[in-house]
């Protein structure tokens, strides 16, 4: 079956601009994660969404951030006013998972590679 | 906040030798995964350790979670050119409500 997909899956911004990321996570995964990989380094927690609850928005950098997921299944990663630190590779990642707080392996997607210029 | 420290950072190896990355937390772990990342690639996820002092093998792979459930290893014997990439280790504790903290990765070259 079709893995997790994103969109697009390079972006270039000016900087000011405003973007959004897609996210097709795995069909009827429950649990959905957002990430934020700078070059050599672990993805970085930004949020995380149980069906259309956004249940830990904790790990988004700035209030130019905000993410959604309306319908619990696809989910919109939204970077206002990108500044250059915002260059990166944002993961979403899926899981079937139902549990609270999820332990379960989570199905990366392959990103989509921001850079702001 | 929780702290999860991989080392080393990159690791240069001979075709058919073994070698050892090393993962450490800073707090207890309810959990902890491994995933590798090839070059230009996304996380894909290899092994979850679960119990204090669990080993789990998956052919030249071995994962083990020490007893304190703070770290944990993976150990490959027998390099091939296709374990090339950068293996991240990601940890889970109680209240992180599947917040995975991963490490910084250890980068593996294998040289023919």
């Known amino acids: 079956g079709a893995g997790v997909s994103q969109s697009p899956r390079y972006k270039v911004a000016k900087r000011g601009q405003d973007v959004a990321l897609r996210c097709d996570p795995i069909?009827?995964?429950?649990?959905l994660f957002w990430y934020q990989q700078a070059l050599g380094q672990g993805p970085e927690f930004l949020t995380y969404?149980?069906?259309?609850?956004?249940?830990?928005k904790s790990g988004l950098p700035s209030d130019r951030f905000f993410a959604e997921r309306p319908e619990g299944s696809v989910s919109t990663l939204k970077i206002q006013r990108t500044q250059q630190e915002d260059s990166a590779v944002y993961l979403c990642?899926?899981?079937?998972?139902?549990?609270?707080?999820?332990?379960?392996?989570?199905?990366f997607g392959p990103g989509t590679r921001l850079t702001v210029l | 906040g929780q702290q999860v420290m991989q080392i080393p950072q990159y690791q240069h190896v001979q075709e058919g030798e073994d070698f050892t990355t090393y993962c450490n937390s800073s707090?207890?772990?309810?959990?902890i995964q491994w995933y590798k990342q090839r070059p230009g690639g996304h996380p894909v996820f290899l092994i979850q350790?679960?119990?204090?002092?669990e080993v789990k093998k998956q052919k030249r792979l071995t994962f083990q979670f020490g007893e304190a459930k703070k770290n944990s290893s993976l150990h490959i014997t027998a390099t091939q050119t296709t374990d090339v990439g950068t293996y991240f280790c990601?940890?889970?504790?109680?209240?992180?409500?599947?917040?995975?903290?991963f490490g910084a990765g250890t980068q593996v070259v294998v040289t023919p």
């Open positions: 990642a899926s899981s079937p998972v139902r549990d609270y707080p999820p332990t379960d392996t989570q199905y």
């Open positions: 069909s009827g995964h429950v649990s």
């Open positions: 969404f149980q069906n259309e609850a956004q249940l830990d």
């Open positions: 707090t207890t772990l309810s959990n």
């Open positions: 350790l679960v119990k204090s002092g």
């Open positions: 990601a940890g889970l504790t109680t209240d992180s409500w599947g917040k995975l903290q």
